[in-house]
C-alpha cells in the first residue's frame, strides 16, 4: 500500500469509525450517571477519602476501548468530546465542567498512546487509562473550593493515586483484555498502521489542548458568580448580601466533599436568613447559581445542619460566593446568585385505601438527577425523583394496577408495570413566582404534563 493511502486512512474517520466512537461514547455517558451513584454508596459506607474514586477508570473505559478498537490518532478526543456532550444532555449534576472532563480525558489517552512504539502491548493501554483517569481529580479541583489547609492538599495526592490506580484496572487493563479477545474473535483487526504525517497529528492534538484550556478559562470565569447575593422571596425583609448592616462573625469547619477532607470558613446559611425574616408559612430555599443550576434545601435542614456555609472566594468585583456542607452534594452549590425563601407546598398522592399523602420535594435531594426539560413556555434545566420510588414509599408492599396524574385539565394514565423501577419518568419541581409547580416528565426533557396537581393510585 502506498504511503499516500496509508495517510488518508490515517485521517479519514469512516461511517463505521464514527458510529462505533457515537456507541462507545453513548454506553459510556449513559454509564456514568450510574457509576456515580454506585460510588457515592460506597463512600457513604465506608467514609475513607478516595471512596468516590474508586471506581473513576470505569468513566475512562469506553475511551480507551475505542481507541484499541479504531486504532485512529484523534479517536480518544473525537469520542471524549462525544461522551461529554452525552453526559451533559442528560443532565449530569456537574454541569458543563463534565464536557471539559471527558475532553481532558480523551486528549490524555490519544497522548497515551502517541508516545509508545508498540500500540498492541499493555503498556499504552496502562498509560493512557491511568493519566486520563487521574486527570478528573485536577480538573475538579479547579473548579472546586481550592484546599485551605495541608490535609486538603494531602487529599488531593491520594486522590489522585488512587484514581490512577483505577484507571490502571478498569480503562487499562478491561479495554486492553477486551481488544485482544476481538481481535482473536476475528471482529476486529489487532494491527496498527504507523502514521505517514505523525507531525500534523501532534499539532492538530496539541490545537485542541489549547482551546480546551481556552475553554477552561472560560468556564472559570463563567462560575463566577456576582459579588452581593439577593435573598427574596417570601421573607419580611429582602436584603443583600454582604452589606454594611449585617454584622457577622465567619465559622470555621472541616467537611468532606468528594473524598476530600477541607476546612472551610465562611458564614452560617441559618443566621443569613434570620436577617432576611423569612414568613412563617415559609419551609424551602431555593439555592440559584449563576450559570442557571439550581437545588433545593429544606427549612429542616438548614437550622439542624450548622455545617452549611456560604463561603466567599475572592475580594471586591472578583468576588463570588459558594454554599458548602449539605448533606447531598448536589446542593454544594457555586456562584451564588439568589437565595430565595419559598412555601413548598407538597403534592397530593392518595394511596390505595383512600389516605393522602404529600410529596416534598425537599425530602428527596438524594434521588434528585437534573435534565434539560421542554415546557409549553420555555426549555429549563429542572431536578426530578423517579415517579416509581415516590409510589414505592407511600404505597407499602402493595401495589397499584394503575395510577392517575392529575393536571388542572387534563388526566393521564399509567399501568404500575409502566412505571415500576423505571427512572426516566420522574416529577420535576420548578420555582416559578416564589412557589414549587410539579411537572411530570421524561429525563429526555419530553413534557409529559405541565401543572401536576395530584396522583392517584387504584
Same mark, same amino acid.
Given at each position: 500500500?502506498?504511503?499516500?493511502?496509508?495517510?488518508?486512512?490515517?485521517?479519514?474517520?469512516?461511517?463505521?469509525?464514527?458510529?462505533?466512537?457515537?456507541?462507545?461514547?453513548?454506553?459510556?455517558?449513559?454509564?456514568?450517571?450510574?457509576?456515580?451513584?454506585?460510588?457515592?454508596?460506597?463512600?457513604?459506607?465506608?467514609?475513607?477519602?478516595?471512596?468516590?474514586?474508586?471506581?473513576?477508570?470505569?468513566?475512562?473505559?469506553?475511551?480507551?476501548?475505542?481507541?484499541?478498537?479504531?486504532?485512529?490518532?484523534?479517536?480518544?478526543?473525537?469520542?471524549?468530546?462525544?461522551?461529554?456532550?452525552?453526559?451533559?444532555?442528560?443532565?449530569?449534576?456537574?454541569?458543563?465542567?463534565?464536557?471539559?472532563?471527558?475532553?481532558?480525558?480523551?486528549?490524555?489517552?490519544?497522548?497515551?498512546?502517541?508516545?509508545?512504539?508498540?500500540?498492541?502491548?499493555?503498556?499504552?493501554?496502562?498509560?493512557?487509562?491511568?493519566?486520563?483517569?487521574?486527570?478528573?481529580?485536577?480538573?475538579?479541583?479547579?473548579?472546586?473550593?481550592?484546599?485551605?489547609?495541608?490535609?486538603?492538599?494531602?487529599?488531593?495526592?491520594?486522590?489522585?493515586?488512587?484514581?490512577?490506580?483505577?484507571?490502571?484496572?478498569?480503562?487499562?487493563?478491561?479495554?486492553?483484555?477486551?481488544?485482544?479477545?476481538?481481535?482473536?474473535?476475528?471482529?476486529?483487526?489487532?494491527?496498527?498502521?504507523?502514521?505517514?504525517?505523525?507531525?500534523?497529528?501532534?499539532?492538530?492534538?496539541?490545537?485542541?489542548?489549547?482551546?480546551?484550556?481556552?475553554?477552561?478559562?472560560?468556564?472559570?470565569?463563567?462560575?463566577?458568580?456576582?459579588?452581593?447575593?439577593?435573598?427574596?422571596?417570601?421573607?419580611?425583609?429582602?436584603?443583600?448580601?454582604?452589606?454594611?448592616?449585617?454584622?457577622?462573625?465567619?465559622?470555621?469547619?472541616?467537611?468532606?466533599?468528594?473524598?476530600?477532607?477541607?476546612?472551610?470558613?465562611?458564614?452560617?446559611? *441559618?443566621?443569613? =436568613?434570620? !436577617?432576611?425574616?423569612?414568613?412563617?408559612?415559609? @419551609?424551602? /430555599? #431555593?439555592? $440559584?447559581?449563576?450559570? %442557571?443550576? *439550581?437545588?433545593? =434545601?429544606? !427549612?429542616?435542614?438548614?437550622?439542624?445542619?450548622? @455545617?452549611? /456555609? #456560604?463561603? $466567599?472566594?475572592?475580594? %471586591?468585583?472578583?468576588?463570588?460566593?459558594?454554599?458548602?456542607?449539605?448533606?447531598?452534594?448536589?446542593?454544594?452549590?457555586?456562584?451564588?446568585?439568589?437565595?430565595?425563601?419559598?412555601?413548598?407546598?407538597?403534592?397530593?398522592?392518595?394511596?390505595?385505601?383512600?389516605?393522602?399523602?404529600?410529596?416534598?420535594?425537599?425530602?428527596?435531594?438524594?434521588?434528585?438527577?437534573?435534565?434539560?426539560?421542554?415546557?409549553?413556555?420555555?426549555?429549563?434545566?429542572?431536578?426530578?425523583?423517579?415517579?416509581?420510588?415516590?409510589?414505592?414509599?407511600?404505597?407499602?408492599?402493595?401495589?397499584?394496577?394503575?395510577?392517575?396524574?392529575?393536571?388542572?385539565?387534563?388526566?393521564?394514565?399509567?399501568?404500575?408495570?409502566?412505571?415500576?423501577?423505571?427512572?426516566?419518568?420522574?416529577?420535576?419541581?420548578?420555582?416559578?413566582?416564589?412557589?414549587?409547580?410539579?411537572?411530570?416528565?421524561?429525563?429526555?426533557?419530553?413534557?409529559?404534563?405541565?401543572?401536576?396537581?395530584?396522583?392517584?393510585?387504584?
Amino acid at each position: 500500500m502506498s504511503q499516500d493511502t496509508n495517510s488518508k486512512n490515517e485521517f479519514y474517520f469512516s461511517t463505521r469509525d464514527l458510529l462505533i466512537m457515537t456507541v462507545l461514547a453513548a454506553l459510556g455517558g449513559v454509564a456514568s450517571t450510574y457509576i456515580n451513584t454506585i460510588s457515592d454508596a460506597v463512600q457513604a459506607a465506608i467514609g475513607f477519602v478516595g471512596g468516590t474514586q474508586w471506581a473513576a477508570g470505569l468513566h475512562v473505559l469506553w475511551i480507551v476501548l475505542s481507541v484499541g478498537i479504531l486504532r485512529k490518532p484523534g479517536t480518544g478526543t473525537i469520542t471524549g468530546i462525544l461522551k461529554g456532550f452525552v453526559e451533559l444532555l442528560s443532565g449530569n449534576s456537574h454541569g458543563v465542567i463534565i464536557l471539559l472532563v471527558d475532553i481532558v480525558a480523551g486528549l490524555l489517552v490519544d497522548f497515551g498512546f502517541l508516545i509508545f512504539t508498540k500500540k498492541n502491548n499493555l503498556l499504552p493501554f496502562i498509560a493512557a487509562g491511568g493519566l486520563a483517569t487521574a486527570s478528573n481529580v485536577l480538573v475538579f479541583q479547579v473548579f472546586a473550593t481550592l484546599p485551605q489547609n495541608i490535609l486538603g492538599v494531602t487529599a488531593v495526592v491520594i486522590l489522585l493515586l488512587i484514581a490512577m490506580v483505577s484507571g490502571l484496572i478498569f480503562a487499562g487493563l478491561i479495554p486492553y483484555g477486551l481488544v485482544n479477545s476481538l481481535a482473536r474473535g476475528g471482529v476486529i483487526k489487532n494491527n496498527y498502521t504507523p502514521p505517514a504525517k505523525r507531525k500534523i497529528i501532534w499539532i492538530v492534538l496539541v490545537s485542541i489542548s489549547f482551546l480546551a484550556a481556552i475553554f477552561a478559562v472560560f468556564l472559570r470565569f463563567m462560575y463566577t458568580g456576582p459579588e452581593v447575593i439577593e435573598v427574596s422571596g417570601a421573607v419580611n425583609n429582602p436584603i443583600y448580601f454582604p452589606s454594611r448592616e449585617i454584622d457577622l462573625e465567619t465559622k470555621t469547619q472541616q467537611m468532606d466533599y468528594r473524598g476530600v477532607l477541607t476546612k472551610y470558613t465562611g458564614f452560617q446559611l *441559618a443566621e443569613i =436568613l434570620e !436577617f432576611a425574616d423569612p414568613q412563617p408559612e415559609a @419551609n424551602t /430555599l #431555593l439555592l $440559584q447559581a449563576s450559570d %442557571g443550576y *439550581a437545588f433545593l =434545601l429544606s !427549612f429542616e435542614e438548614i437550622e439542624n445542619n450548622p @455545617n452549611i /456555609l #456560604l463561603i $466567599q472566594n475572592g475580594r %471586591g468585583k472578583n468576588a463570588s460566593f459558594d454554599i458548602v456542607g449539605p448533606e447531598s452534594s448536589k446542593a454544594w452549590v457555586r456562584s451564588i446568585e439568589k437565595l430565595i425563601v419559598i412555601n413548598a407546598q407538597g403534592l397530593e398522592i392518595r394511596d390505595l385505601n383512600g389516605f393522602s399523602h404529600y410529596f416534598e420535594p425537599d425530602k428527596w435531594t438524594n434521588d434528585m438527577d437534573s435534565t434539560q426539560i421542554t415546557l409549553l413556555d420555555s426549555s429549563e434545566k429542572l431536578q426530578g425523583v423517579p415517579v416509581w420510588k415516590i409510589l414505592q414509599f407511600y404505597s407499602g408492599d402493595q401495589n397499584p394496577n394503575l395510577v392517575h396524574f392529575n393536571g388542572y385539565d387534563e388526566l393521564i394514565t399509567f399501568s404500575w408495570t409502566e412505571l415500576d423501577q423505571n427512572d426516566d419518568i420522574r416529577i420535576f419541581t420548578r420555582i416559578k413566582d416564589n412557589q414549587i409547580n410539579f411537572i411530570l416528565a421524561e429525563m429526555s426533557g419530553e413534557l409529559i404534563l405541565d401543572h401536576l396537581s395530584s396522583m392517584e393510585m387504584n
